[in-house]
């Protein structure tokens, strides 16, 4: 009985909001309340975290195709991880092993991060290294 509770869960879920391409804003818009209600139940089954999944890929597909966000440089990523994280840059320089002056350099814009720094970062801010755009 359970088994069929929670297929008929996902159904009306379909039904609502089937699971095709994002068209639009409307569509768009429609698609965030589904993901929003979903996000808000304090348990889903496999085939609502399924249904889910894909929705949000699918709310991301749309977003970045007609919202595409440019990179961000090391630099300005780096301060906004350090004021997000509201640490000094001594704390970081600490806590990774990069220099102090390094970091220095990176904030202003004359140095890049080299791929050891950039997981030492990632893993110091809690971050994908991808936030970083690695281009030294």
Known sequence: MKLI????RYLDLVEA??????RSERELSKAIKVVDSLLDRDTLNAAEEDYLDVLSDLVERYESESQPIDPVS????????IEAKDVAQS???KATGIVN?????VLSGKRTLTRGQIGKLAKFFQVPPGVFAFDA
């Open 5 to 8: 509770a929670a297929k008929q």
């Open 17 to 22: 909001y089937p699971l095709r391409p994002i």
């Open 74 to 81: 090391d630099a300005l990523m780096l301060a906004h991880l």
């Open 91 to 93: 704390a970081v320089a």
């Open 101 to 105: 002056s390094t970091i220095s350099e």
